[in-house]
C-alpha cells in the first residue's frame, strides 16, 4: 500500500448523496409525549448536528438535519406526575394488568416499530455516523430483543404459577414492579442499549420517564406515536433537553424508584446524589471500561490481530466493550504491530452508507480535538503513531483517522483514560504481572481479551483476572452479546446486571402470598385462583 501523508477528502457534495439516504427537509420536532398525549413545545430548541459534513463552494459545512425541544424542569415534573400517576402507588390500570395482558400491548407495539425501521436507520447513519450495515444491525437486534424478553417473561410467569410448599407453609411468588423509573440511554446505541433497559422496565409493570440520548435523539421520532397510542396514558413518558434542566429535578424530589442509566460513573454519581433517598433507588447502570486485550507470545498470530482490530475499531471504538488498550508480549509486538497497522490501512472510510466503509464521522463535538491531545500526550511521552504515514492521527473536519500508539507507558494520559474512539494503545509487555497489575489496579472492571493458545497459561490468567472483570473473552474481542447472557461490570463500569432475563429481574420485586398448610386455607386459595379473583394470585399458563 502507498504511503499517504494526509487524509484525502471523505465527504461528500448534496449531490453525490444516494438519493434513498438524502435528507431533504429539516426536520424540527417539537413533540414530546406526557400523559397519553403528543405535545407540542413553542419554546427554545436544540440545533441537532450531524456528523457528516456536505462539501460546498465556501468549504466543507457541517449538515444541520434538524431540531429537538429544549424542555425545562417544568415539563420534566410534570412527566414525573403522569407517571406516578399511572402507576398509583401498584394500584394503576397497568401495573395491575396480568402479564398477558401487558405482553399484548408489547407486541402490538414491536409490530409498529418494524413499519419505522427505514426511517430510523437512515437516522442513526447521520444522527451518530454509525455505518449502515450497523444501523440496520442496531434495529434489527432491538426488535429481536423486544421478541426474547416477551418469550423469557412468558417463561418466567409459568414458573411462578406454580404453589411452594415449605415447613407447614404454602405460597406463591411473583415479581412485581417497583414504580416510577427513569431512563436514559447512551449517544453509541441511541436505540438498542436504550430500549434493553426502557422495554423491561415497561413489561414488568413499571410506568416510564424517558429522556432519548444526547446524540441520536431524532430517531426516537419514528416512534413516538406507536408509543402514545398503543401503551395507556402516564405509562411511558418521553422528554428533551439538557440533563441538568430535566433530570436533576426528576432526582431532586426522590420520587424516582428505579433508575437506568447508560453513560460516564461520573454523570451517574452526580444524579443519583441527587437523589434524597439513595437507599430505595433501584441502580441499573452501564458506565466506563478501559478493556484491555492480552496477547500471549504463543497467540494466534492472525487471530489476534483481526479481532483487535474489530475490537478497538468497531463503529470507530465508540462502544464500552471496545477493547481500549492492547497488550502484547515483547517477543512478538514487532511482528503484531506490523500486521495490525496493514489491517487497519484496508479500513475503508467514508459516510456511513458507504459500501464496506468502516470508518465513519465523530457525533460528538470537540472529540477530534479531544483525541488529538491524546496523541500528542502520547507523543510528548516517548510513543509514536505507527500508521503515521497512513493517515494515523489525522483530522478532517468531524472525521479522525484511526492513530496506533507504540509505545505506551504508564506516563500517558492514554494508558488510563477511556478514549471512547478511534486511538489504539498498544504496550509491550515482559512478564504476565505486569498486566494483572494494570488490570487490578484500573477503575474499571468490564471484560478483558486473551489471546493465547497455551491452555494452562490461560487458565492462570482467567483465574487472576475472574475477581477484577466481568467477563472474560478467550481469543475473541470483548462484546456485549449474545443478549441472553448477562452483561454487567464490576468497580466503576457498572451497577446491576442486564440479559434478557436479567433485565427482568432487576426492574422488579419477589413478592410472596403465603398462608398454613390448612384445609380452611387451602379452600380459599382454591377459590380465588378457579374464579380468577387476582392478578397475581393464579395458576394460568401463558402459552
Request: charged fraction near 25%; glycine fraction near 8%; include cysteine.
Amino acid at each position: 500500500m502507498d504511503t499517504i501523508t494526509t487524509m484525502p477528502s471523505i465527504f461528500p457534495a448534496a449531490q453525490d448523496i444516494p438519493t434513498q439516504y438524502q435528507i431533504n427537509e429539516f426536520i424540527e420536532q417539537r413533540e414530546y409525549l406526557i400523559d397519553g398525549e403528543l405535545r407540542q413545545w413553542q419554546g427554545p430548541m436544540n440545533q441537532v448536528q450531524s456528523p457528516v459534513c456536505i462539501e460546498t463552494m465556501e468549504g466543507y459545512q457541517q449538515k444541520i438535519i434538524g431540531s429537538s425541544p429544549l424542555l425545562t424542569s417544568k415539563e420534566s415534573l410534570e412527566a414525573l406526575t403522569a407517571a406516578h400517576k399511572a402507576y398509583n402507588k401498584g394500584q394503576g390500570f397497568w401495573p395491575t394488568l396480568k402479564v398477558k395482558e401487558r405482553i399484548q400491548y408489547m407486541e402490538v407495539f414491536v409490530t409498529e416499530m418494524q413499519k419505522q425501521r427505514d426511517e430510523v436507520v437512515k437516522l442513526l447513519m447521520w444522527e451518530i455516523g454509525k455505518t449502515l450495515a450497523d444501523s440496520t444491525k442496531e434495529f434489527d437486534r432491538t426488535v429481536t430483543y423486544i421478541q426474547d424478553t416477551i418469550n423469557a417473561l412468558k417463561d418466567l410467569d409459568r414458573r411462578s404459577s406454580k404453589f411452594e410448599i415449605e415447613s407447614g407453609v404454602i405460597a406463591q411468588i411473583r415479581r412485581v414492579p417497583l414504580g416510577v423509573t427513569l431512563c436514559m440511554g447512551p449517544y453509541n446505541y441511541p436505540l438498542n442499549e436504550t430500549f434493553t433497559t426502557l422495554i423491561p422496565a415497561l413489561i414488568m409493570g413499571n410506568t416510564v420517564v424517558f429522556k432519548p440520548a444526547k446524540y441520536g435523539v431524532l430517531l426516537i421520532r419514528p416512534l413516538l406515536k406507536a408509543f402514545c397510542d398503543i401503551f395507556p396514558k402516564g405509562v411511558i413518558n418521553i422528554i428533551y433537553g439538557r440533563g441538568r434542566d430535566t433530570v436533576g429535578a426528576l432526582m431532586e424530589t426522590g420520587q424516582v424508584d428505579a433508575f437506568a442509566f447508560i453513560g460516564t460513573n461520573k454523570g451517574a454519581n452526580d444524579l443519583k446524589k441527587m437523589h434524597p433517598k439513595p437507599h430505595k433507588l433501584r441502580s441499573v447502570l452501564g458506565l466506563d471500561a478501559k478493556n484491555p486485550g492480552i496477547v500471549l507470545p504463543d497467540a494466534d498470530m492472525e487471530n489476534a490481530v483481526a479481532e483487535c482490530v474489530t475490537g478497538s475499531l468497531s463503529y470507530n471504538g465508540q462502544r464500552c466493550t471496545a477493547l481500549k488498550i492492547l497488550f502484547v508480549h515483547r517477543s512478538i509486538v514487532e511482528e503484531f504491530l506490523g500486521k495490525f497497522t496493514e489491517a487497519v490501512n484496508h479500513l475503508k472510510p467514508g459516510m456511513p452508507w458507504d459500501e464496506g466503509v468502516k470508518l465513519t464521522p465523530l457525533p460528538e463535538p470537540g472529540k477530534t480535538d479531544y483525541l488529538a491531545g491524546l496523541v500528542k500526550d502520547a507523543e510528548r511521552h516517548g510513543a509514536q503513531v505507527v500508521n503515521a504515514g497512513y493517515g494515523g492521527g489525522e483530522v478532517n473536519e468531524t472525521y479522525f483517522h484511526p492513530a496506533i500508539l507504540y509505545p505506551v507507558n504508564d506516563q500517558m494520559r492514554v494508558y488510563r483514560e477511556e478514549q471512547f474512539g478511534p486511538v489504539v494503545p498498544v504496550v509491550a509487555y515482559d512478564n504476565i504481572e505486569e498486566v494483572i497489575a494494570y488490570v487490578v489496579s484500573s477503575n474499571f472492571g468490564q471484560q478483558a481479551s486473551i489471546f493465547g493458545r497455551d491452555p494452562q497459561k490461560i487458565a492462570e490468567l482467567i483465574d487472576e483476572l475472574y475477581h477484577q472483570v466481568s467477563r472474560i473473552n478467550i481469543n475473541a474481542q470483548c462484546q456485549r452479546g449474545p443478549d441472553v447472557f448477562p452483561f454487567n461490570g464490576r468497580k466503576d463500569s457498572a451497577e446491576g446486571t442486564l440479559s434478557v432475563s436479567d433485565a427482568l429481574r432487576v426492574f422488579s420485586i419477589r413478592a410472596i402470598v403465603a398462608t398454613k398448610d390448612q384445609e380452611s386455607n387451602k379452600d380459599i386459595v382454591r377459590s380465588i385462583v378457579k374464579e380468577g379473583h387476582s392478578s397475581f394470585l393464579r395458576t394460568d399458563y401463558i402459552l
